[in-house]
């Protein structure tokens, strides 16, 4: 079903083809960005010149206000355009080349138009080389907003509409505060599949000005998260002193004292104190990176919306990006060493985007979900993100908001109870003993179960974490087995998704526990890949609620091309083994004869 609005709602007159005036700007009209849009992005230009200018004229403004102040300079261009009588030529000059300039952002401000209809995105820009992008509405994966400083004094911001691909990313920058918000509530119903009505059009209640000035200031100043405008039902906030301590226990702080140490013991063994001289820009750097990671993760709030995840941050420049319903393909809960007497973790995301290019420097915000929090904080995020992956798989496609938290309970749940256990605990299939050898600290807690609607994967025991990837998001399953885990009769799993930090692995496993978590994680993908319906998460509000939920397809071997059984290819060098069964192929728990795994039984079989 494809969503196709209505007739586009009369537009004011003076208001049309304006994004800054609050025109509708999803009629399928082209319109402009904000009026001070070339300001913004070309006054860095302009400013660069005047402060050439006032540089040339520093010892003449001296000069001037304190009579033979200073040495008078043969090289000083001001003096010598002075000195030559052809100051009024240079005025001209400067004259025309600023209307020169002032023409060309103009120009490039009329050329840059955009348009949203039912089915994309697309922005044209260029005078002399035309450039047009286009963005599909149901392969939207974000949508951020970001107010650096100066555009926030203006009441502007650059809204990014995050598409899957490398430099796919589509940027409308800058639009008004305002028509940026209403903007990207307009485009999530849209590509959500809502029906169109007055709640969801954007175009509610009035908001009460207090005259312009104010507005300004309560723009300038506004959180970047109101749950009164986004209607947020679950609200996670991240405390600024636990933020500042899980900065100094990072892995940065431990390298920048190993350097430290290094160089003093260096000045003590040689007695050279020059060395010292290299801590500088070291610490330069260094109180740097702290400052800009503190300032960007002030403010740090995590919300529930009927569109998906909402994520804002910042103190100077801000941002928030939300993320709607099935478009996170992993998450990880990782706990580092230093924040284990804490009981601290941070949640990581995979994401289908990769913004290239210079596109967006918004790295934080496309995979760091919480950056730090307890176990209380991890199981509320959880409870944000999991029900729009998991909840459709095991509920159906026709489920409420209520009903999709229900299904995704029990991962929460196992999740929560799984952060610190080790061995079978919680329903894991863990490494055997003689996994030891490969993981000498990790072969009891390295392990994975199964639940509703994706596949758990617990590891490591210095840096524990836990990664969940929803099962209609598996891209591909992997087994591999070298020499040695050929002679161990032990094997590694990859769980295939797009690429990000999160690391779907797991290694050291019993070579007969990975051939089934192959077999079984193939099978659940297919059959919770045919009832996922993630990508249209409001459509079902858009059609009458069938009396049962929809059935999930039992024979998944119907869905998988023929002839795709599975197959065993072996590195020539013995170095690699991989079992591969076409694209999510469902197993039959059988292989060649020849194959290294020897007789696997079929899944749910008793070991």
Same mark, same amino acid.
């Given at each position: 079903?494809?969503?196709?609005?209505?007739?586009?709602?009369?537009?004011?007159?003076s208001?049309?083809?304006n994004?800054?005036?609050?025109?509708?700007?999803?009629?399928?009209?082209?319109?402009?960005?904000?009026?001070?849009?070339?300001?913004?992005?070309?006054?860095?230009?302009?400013?660069?010149i005047l402060?050439y200018?006032?540089?040339?004229?520093?010892?003449q403004?001296?000069?001037?206000?304190?009579?033979?102040?200073?040495? #008078?300079?043969?090289?000083?261009?001001?003096?010598?355009?002075?000195?030559?009588?052809?100051?009024?030529?240079?005025?001209? %000059?400067?004259?025309?080349?600023?209307?020169?300039?002032?023409?060309?952002?103009?120009?490039?401000?009329?050329?840059?138009?955009?348009?949203?209809?039912?089915?994309?995105v697309?922005?044209?820009?260029?005078?002399l080389?035309?450039?047009?992008?286009?963005?599909?509405l149901?392969r939207?994966?974000?949508i951020?907003?970001?107010?650096?400083?100066?555009?926030?004094?203006f009441?502007?911001?650059?809204? +990014? &509409?995050?598409?899957? %691909?490398?430099d796919a990313n589509?940027?409308?920058?800058?639009?008004?505060?305002?028509?940026?918000?209403?903007?990207?509530?307009?485009?999530?119903?849209?590509?959500?599949?809502?029906?169109?009505?007055?709640?969801?059009?954007? *175009?509610?209640?009035?908001?009460?000005?207090?005259?312009?000035?104010?507005?300004?200031?309560?723009?300038?100043f506004?959180?970047e998260?109101?749950?009164?405008?986004?209607?947020?039902?679950r609200?996670?906030?991240?405390?600024?002193g636990?933020?500042?301590?899980?900065?100094l226990?990072s892995?940065?702080? &431990?390298?920048?004292?190993?350097?430290?140490?290094?160089?003093?013991?260096?000045v003590?063994?040689?007695?050279?104190?020059?060395?010292l001289?290299?801590?500088f820009?070291a610490? &330069?750097?260094?109180?740097?990176?702290y400052?800009?990671?503190?300032?960007?993760?002030?403010?740090y709030?995590?919300a529930?919306?009927?569109d998906?995840?909402?994520?804002?941050f910042?103190?100077?420049?801000?941002?928030?990006?939300?993320?709607?319903?099935g478009?996170?393909?992993?998450?990880?809960?990782?706990?580092?060493?230093?924040?284990?007497?804490?009981?601290?973790?941070?949640?990581?995301?995979?994401?289908?985007t990769?913004?290239?290019?210079g596109?967006?420097?918004?790295?934080?915000?496309?995979?760091?979900v919480l950056p730090?929090?307890?176990?209380?904080d991890?199981r509320?995020?959880?409870?944000?993100?999991l029900p729009?992956?998991?909840?459709?798989?095991?509920?159906?496609?026709?489920?409420?908001?209520?009903?999709?938290?229900?299904?995704?309970?029990?991962?929460?749940n196992?999740?929560?109870?799984?952060?610190?256990?080790?061995?079978?605990?919680?329903g894991?299939?863990?490494?055997?003993?003689?996994?030891?050898?490969?993981?000498p600290?990790?072969?009891?807690?390295?392990?994975?179960?199964?639940?509703p609607?994706?596949?758990?994967?617990?590891?490591?025991?210095?840096?524990?974490?836990?990664?969940?990837?929803?099962?209609?998001?598996?891209?591909?399953?992997?087994?591999?087995?070298g020499p040695? +885990?050929?002679?161990l009769?032990?094997?590694?799993? *990859?769980?295939?998704?797009?690429?990000?930090?999160?690391?779907?692995?797991?290694?050291?496993?019993?070579?007969r526990?990975?051939?089934?978590?192959?077999?079984?994680?193939a099978?659940?993908?297919? #059959?919770?890949?045919a009832?996922?319906?993630? *990508?249209?998460?409001?459509?079902?509000?858009?059609?009458?609620?069938p009396g049962?939920?929809?059935?999930?397809?039992?024979?998944a071997?119907?869905?998988?091309?023929?002839?795709?059984?599975?197959?065993?290819?072996?590195?020539?060098t013995?170095?690699?083994?991989?079992?591969?069964g076409?694209?999510?192929?469902?197993?039959?728990?059988?292989?060649?004869?020849?194959?290294?795994?020897g007789?696997?039984p079929?899944?749910?079989?008793a070991?």
């Amino acid at each position: 079903m494809t969503f196709r609005p209505g007739p586009p709602p009369p537009t004011p007159p003076s208001a049309r083809g304006n994004a800054a005036a609050a025109a509708p700007l999803t009629d399928g009209e082209w319109h402009r960005l904000h009026p001070l849009t070339p300001l913004l992005k070309g006054g860095i230009f302009l400013i660069v010149i005047l402060g050439y200018v006032l540089n040339s004229l520093r010892d003449q403004l001296v000069e001037f206000f304190i009579p033979g102040s200073g040495p #008078e300079d043969d090289g000083d261009p001001v003096r010598y355009v002075y000195e030559h009588g052809v100051v009024g030529w240079v005025l001209l %000059g400067i004259v025309v080349l600023l209307v020169v300039l002032i023409g060309l952002f103009y120009l490039s401000w009329r050329m840059h138009e955009f348009r949203v209809t039912g089915e994309i995105v697309e922005v044209r820009s260029g005078v002399l080389f035309r450039t047009n992008r286009k963005a599909r509405l149901d392969r939207i994966q974000g949508i951020n907003i970001s107010r650096p400083l100066v555009p926030r004094i203006f009441g502007t911001a650059k809204l +990014e &509409i995050a598409q899957a %691909g490398n430099d796919a990313n589509v940027q409308l920058a800058y639009l008004g505060t305002t028509a940026a918000d209403d903007l990207r509530q307009r485009i999530l119903v849209l590509a959500s599949g809502a029906k169109e009505d007055e709640a969801d059009s954007g *175009h509610g209640p009035a908001r009460a000005s207090n005259g312009r000035l104010q507005d300004r200031v309560d723009q300038v100043f506004a959180p970047e998260l109101d749950p009164s405008a986004v209607h947020a039902t679950r609200i996670v906030k991240v405390h600024p002193g636990r933020l500042i301590a899980s900065m100094l226990l990072s892995g940065t702080t &431990i390298f920048i004292l190993l350097a430290v140490a290094a160089m003093i013991v260096s000045v003590a063994l040689t007695g050279e104190y020059g060395i010292l001289f290299g801590l500088f820009p070291a610490v &330069i750097g260094a109180g740097g990176y702290y400052v800009r990671k503190f300032s960007r993760s002030l403010q740090y709030t995590i919300a529930e919306t009927r569109d998906g995840i909402r994520i804002g941050f910042g103190l100077v420049s801000t941002s928030n990006e939300t993320l709607p319903p099935g478009r996170i393909h992993a998450v990880s809960v990782a706990q580092p060493l230093l924040w284990r007497p804490f009981g601290w973790w941070d949640v990581r995301i995979n994401r289908a985007t990769n913004a290239g290019n210079g596109a967006s420097s918004n790295q934080q915000v496309s995979s760091i979900v919480l950056p730090v929090g307890t176990a209380t904080d991890v199981r509320e995020v959880l409870d944000i993100i999991l029900p729009g992956l998991v909840g459709t798989a095991v509920m159906g496609p026709a489920a409420s908001q209520e009903q999709l938290r229900e299904g995704s309970s029990e991962a929460v749940n196992v999740v929560d109870d799984s952060l610190t256990t080790t061995g079978d605990r919680g329903g894991f299939v863990h490494s055997p003993r003689r996994g030891a050898w490969l993981r000498p600290f990790a072969f009891r807690r390295n392990g994975y179960r199964f639940v509703p609607g994706a596949v758990l994967l617990r590891l490591g025991a210095v840096w524990r974490s836990l990664v969940i990837v929803p099962l209609p998001r598996v891209q591909s399953i992997k087994v591999s087995q070298g020499p040695l +885990e050929r002679a161990l009769r032990l094997a590694s799993v *990859h769980v295939q998704t797009v690429q990000g930090p999160v690391s779907a692995s797991v290694g050291a496993l019993d070579a007969r526990d990975a051939q089934r978590l192959w077999a079984e994680t193939a099978e659940r993908a297919v #059959e919770a890949a045919a009832a996922d319906t993630s *990508h249209r998460w409001r459509e079902r509000e858009a059609r009458p609620r069938p009396g049962a939920h929809a059935a999930v397809p039992q024979d998944a071997a119907s869905i998988a091309p023929a002839g795709s059984a599975p197959t065993v290819t072996t590195d020539p060098t013995g170095a690699d083994a991989a079992v591969r069964g076409g694209e999510l192929a469902p197993s039959t728990g059988t292989v060649p004869p020849d194959s290294p795994w020897g007789a696997v039984p079929p899944p749910g079989a008793a070991r």
